[in-house]
Structure formats: structure tokens, C-alpha cells
């Protein structure tokens, strides 16, 4: 009994502390290098369900101030996502190395909140960070946030399948403002081992197959206009 309560009273610890019970896990990797080039592909690879017909959407950063109530620690991204289906999305997210005590989103702008640890695979060990992210269904960056848009934008391709345990799996084919492309494979699970174990199993099968894991996060490759114009 006093270890369970030992345990309760830890797990009632970090969720004051903000620290979020679900992961986003993910890998990516540029298909000119070496493995899958296409959604059909990877699943192929991966023994995932065949995609269906994907949703393209353009994905565009802004340059931002730090937001008013903003942590200090964290990094502050502000990306619109706009897609052929119709739907339009911006998204304000603070990234951290370590949890945060407390956080919030701005106010008076109608945001929906929530948080997610990103588990990154790349060349060597997984990495992990903290994100808490404010979301809006608008295809206009709100006016307090005072942000500027990057003259460049991305087109990402997003299709869904399932695993041999019928977990969602996301497979998003970028073609950059530069004109690369990068492959990415996401599952959203929670941060437990169970669930690190099983996403590990899908890029021990993309190495395996010549992939070539990249370091860099989406917004790093999205967000990086061409010196010789924007796109």
C-alpha cells in the first residue's frame, strides 16, 4: 500500500508539473538518400495497411515575438496549415527540453490547448522534448500575436494506416520550399515503454530497408526559406 501510494502521489506530482501522458512519435528521412520513396512504399515496407488517398495541404511558418505570458524556456513556433479538403488550421506551440511548471495560451483568442511529448528517432539514440501547443481553426494568424509570415511555404501530403496492432499510423510526404522532399512516419501514443518499443520496431524495418534517419524537425525543414526567393 505504500508503495502504490508512493506511486499515486508521483504520478498527481507530475501532472501538476504539466508533464503531458502522450508522445508523438516520429522519423524521418530524405528519400533521394536511400530507402521508400512513396506512402504506398513505406507501408509496403513497414507491413502497415495500404494508404488510402492522402490530404495535401500548405504548411507556412511565421516569424513570431515571443507571446505575451509566453515561458521563458521554450521555444515559440506559430505554423499555418491550410488543406484541399477545406480545413485550415494555426497552430502557436512552445517547445521545451524539460516540462514545464505551468503554461498557458494566449488569451481572448478562442485557442484549444494541449501537450504532447515529441520523441524524435535520427541517426543515433531517440531524443525527446516537450511541446504544448495552442491550436485555432483559422487560416489567419491572430492579430495580438503580431506575427509576420515567411515568405516561403511547404505542401505536405498526410495518409493514415494502421500497424499489425491496428494503431494509427501517419505517413507525411513533404516537398520543401527548397523543392526536396522528406518522408515521414508518426504514431500518436501514450509515453510509455510499450509504446516506444513498438515504434522502434517500425524504424529498425526503415533502416533495414536503407533509410538514412534525419536529425532535423519538421518545422527546421519547413520553415527554411530559399536565399534565391521565396516559394
Known sequence: MIAGAAALGLLSLLSARGVPKQAEYAAR???????PATAAEVAARLGLEAPGAGTACEVRYFDLPAPQ??????????????????SSEIRLKYRTAHPLESWACP?????????????????DASSRAYAYACTLSSDD???PLHAVPKPCAARMTRFETRDDGNHRVKIEDWTLPGGGRRLEISRTAPDDGDSLAAFERLVERLRVSGVRLLEESKTELGSRCPENGAR
Open 29 to 35: 528521412w530524405d528519400p533521394a538518400a536511400g530507402g
Open 69 to 86: 505570458g509566453a515561458p521563458k524556456e521554450a521555444a515559440a513556433i506559430l505554423r499555418r496549415r491550410v488543406c484541399d479538403d477545406g
Open 141 to 143: 494568424a491572430p492579430a
Open 107 to 123: 488569451a481572448g483568442v478562442g485557442f484549444h490547448a494541449s501537450s504532447q511529448v515529441d520523441v524524435g528517432f535520427g541517426a
